[in-house]
């Protein structure tokens, strides 16, 4: 499933290749999909593209009237994102298309394999999503902090990092690589771990202390710059082909996962079925039946898990040239 980074690329793509495009027409809907039709006409109209975790908005405004738009919010599902492709060449499993006035037409489109992901008109973001630590990152810290005598926090940290209501954008590898990184224990309760963290943050601001001279790794501003690593790793890429960009990109994210998936590394499925990579001890909070699963990293060559294939080849059908 495309995690925050996955979703944001996405976003900036969108916005790249249609920042000087006009489109027309109704948005075409594809006949095997259970998603609803978009019922917005104009004979001009721009598409701009807002993202908070994994959500994913796209605008459009009529040119004509600025005051006729229409908000669309998508969710990506297990394999859903956005191309941008000539009107005759669509990708297959295109579900959603909105065509350019030019002539001949391009089409930007949202592809989804699987068809898990959705859409439907809204004017702000899905209920019971929280702050994007990207972009909120304050409000982020101070949902959880103020939160943190409820009962959700009572369960192990790993599982809490996948609450979309306090961690918005996280996901399966990310949760691995951060709290590998904060040498945190993943079956920790959450509410201890994230109490120092909390205590952190306070004299941050109390002292007017610059975050870099604490020392040890905090949870909070890992949710930060993680995902912010995975985003930047296109950068200093060299323009060859897009087929050898795409194959850079991915080796470039294989090699920057530490945690995940790492053959050195141990695995224990969660309470709620994932299987989360850690080193060490798990914590206290282990599950009673301890389930771990298979530990060599994928190559081309190897027979790959349910879950590494979801993470890679999402990763994958999300790299954006």
Partial sequence: ?????????????????????????????????????????????????????KEIALILTCSENPTNRLRLLFRFGMSGRFRFTPGNELFKHSHLVFYTTEDPQNALSFVDTRRFGSWQEADGWGVGRGPDPLIEYDLFCQTITTDLECSVFNKPICEVMLNQKYFNGIGNYLRSEILFRAKIPPFTKARDVLRTSAIKQEHLEEHEVSYNA???EDILRLCYEVPLEVINLKKGLKKTSDCV???????????????????????????????????????????????????????DKRQSTEETKEVKLSFRANLVL
């Fill in 1 to 53: 499933m495309p995690e925050g980074p996955e979703v944001r690329i996405n976003s900036l793509f969108v916005n790249q290749v249609c920042h000087d495009k006009i489109f027309t027409g109704k948005p075409q809907r594809s006949s095997v999909t259970k998603n609803p039709e978009v019922n917005f006409i104009s004979p001009k109209y721009t598409i701009h593209s807002e993202v908070r975790g």
């Fill in 214 to 216: 604490m020392p040890g």
């Fill in 245 to 299: 960009v795409m194959e850079e990109h991915y080796r470039m994210f294989l090699s920057w996962l530490q945690c995940y998936e790492n053959p050195v590394m141990n695995n224990l499925v969660d309470h709620n079925g994932r299987t989360i990579w850690f080193q060490g001890k798990p914590g206290p909070l282990t599950p009673k039946v301890e389930k771990s699963r298979g530990r060599k990293r994928v190559t």
